[in-house]
């Protein structure tokens, strides 16, 4: 089998690669390396071996791919997955370009593989504090009916990509239109014509797609804070009936892919780098209404909250229909 | 006329005199610093003057003071206050030592002042976090009744003191319970039996008392953020009837005290260091139900949020009663 990574250079690439290795993808699958033409000669290695990255171009695609995981940005998928799509290649995108593209599945595997069928050549993944937040809720959501969820979001440069890590480390402002070091933005991509950024709308629209048939409504605020990595969300949840907090921490402790607790410990970037888990704590009474809580969580919003959620698909595939 | 920092060595304290030197008050009074022994001798310099502090004991304390501005802790005003007091003194103490006492006015002089008489001898300074989130909740409240209110906040290190800032410079864990740097901890102050931290509580019990006959609930949720100085909050507003979004941005843009504008730029440390006002923005309708908004707000909590209010409370007692 033939595995490819458009933007195999960008933070989420390359941890796409690492996730491909610690599953034991590289060893008997060939791994094929994509990027700009900058980037392209670069070298990357896992434990084992070395990759030189190609630039992506009609005469280097590989025909007989049986996945690319794209993760170059929007208009690198607008122009370039349908070149491989074509070649019958399936094709996993994390970028926002098919998102609300009715005939595109937006996927988190835990939650709604099964709308992927054999004929589906094109997934979307969704946005990375959509998918830290929707296993959450989705597990909530399925017990006790959700009315209203307002959320806040905690995230960290690494969603800019490395040009916004460096920028928290060099205190420049060549990605973020501010100085993010000592400082935070609480806007994260264009502001819509209703006041809401484009990041906060991802939210919005991305959750009700994936939790199909939800009935619940949600308003987002998100914040890039000064951290490199790992994206937290301060979230408020209403529900239609009576709800017992233990039993939704019961739920979530139980979840595959979260870690819950109010005792063990808090969930914050410190502990969530690098994990493959959800990390959800301070699970409590929300006392302003009847029938609400509160809860904050935090994920890797690099790997969880995008590469291995990738790669999760790509594995839900394989053991359905391979 | 005579006047006291208590504390006078800290972020807060320090804060205090330099808006006592901005605002006049060094020319012609005399001004009175106390620290613990450990800081006495230190000397404090305003543009002009040169101040050496003293050390809190009862051989030390003036008897002919008009006011002392506590910000040591606490637990130094438990054990002081009344000792001030009792010489005829007026207390204004920036410590939650007594907040919630019933005898005690709890002051944002822009709201509550009145509830100051000739005959009041200690008044209290809110927490950092309530002062800034009160001035925009009251000002909306007069003119559109607020139902219910969800607040995440994030925190600068400076809300606990110079040690939470050396922790977030030197990465060390001396004042904060896990490392600040790359990190924010969801979890402000003492966890009570409900589940909610004490700097939560405070935000909820404050504003209540702050706001006196309000008919709204507040939920908070507080978080510690890798930023030396202000704090943020974003704020979620329902309330009982309609309301209109542009008449909520006039009337906050024409409230002293406080900045709004949706256009002209965010609310954010970077532009509220050091600055009188409480920054507003981002103040939006929230389609996820009837009747409510989304706001984002920041303010220097050192300034802002604790100095500059307790000296707007001696300078309305100076103007009232004398």
Known sequence: MKIAIIGATGLVGQTMLKILDEHGFTKNNEIILYASEKSSGTILSTETKSYIVRKLAHDTIEKDLTFALFSAGSSVSQLWAKEFIKNGTIVIDNSNAFRRNKNVPLVVPEIN?????????LISNPNCSTILLSLPIHTINKVYKIKRIIVS?????????????????NN?????????QNNLIPEIGTTLSNGYTLEEDKLSYEIKKIINKSSFTLSATAVRVPIKNCHSESVNIEFYSPININNIIKILSSTKGISCSNNISLPMPLLSDGKDEIFVGRVRKDYSTKNAINLFLCGDNIRKGAALNAIEIMEY?????Y
Chains 1, 2 share one sequence.
């Open 172 to 180: 420049t402002t060549n990605k973020f239109p501010y100085k993010i």
């Open 317 to 321: 595939i394989l053991k359905t229909y």
């Open 153 to 169: 979001t905690y995230q960290a440069t690494s969603g800019a990509g490395k040009r916004g890590i460096d920028d928290l480390i």
């Open 113 to 121: 593989a099964n709308e992927i069928n054999l004929k589906t050549k």
